[in-house]
């Protein structure tokens, strides 16, 4: 992320619907860092179980920020 000032640390926040969209569960966050800190990682882990028909994702930032998702995975057990 890149914040605006260096003395923000803006926040990602994620949540996701297990229905298409019908309903969402609640947001959790994960803080940015401050502006520079290139190195910093965010990840969210321990999301769940998913099931079909899969999960819709959602992101929001708590200040305006420039954020690029660089990838996702998970783990896919193949019985």
């Known amino acids: 992320g890149y914040s605006p000032t260096y003395v923000d640390e803006p926040i990602l926040e994620l949540r996701w619907s297990e229905d298409l969209g ?6 959790v966050s994960a ?7 290139f190195n910093k990682t965010v990840a969210f882990r ?10 819709i994702f959602e992101f929001r930032m708590t200040d305006k920020t420039r ?3 660089d990838y996702a995975t998970y783990n896919e057990r193949v019985n």
């Open 46 to 55: 321990s999301l769940g179980h998913m099931r079909d028909p899969g999960r």
């Open 22 to 27: 019908a309903t969402w569960g609640n947001y």
């Open 67 to 69: 954020f690029r998702l």
């Open 31 to 37: 803080s940015l860092g401050e502006r520079g800190a």
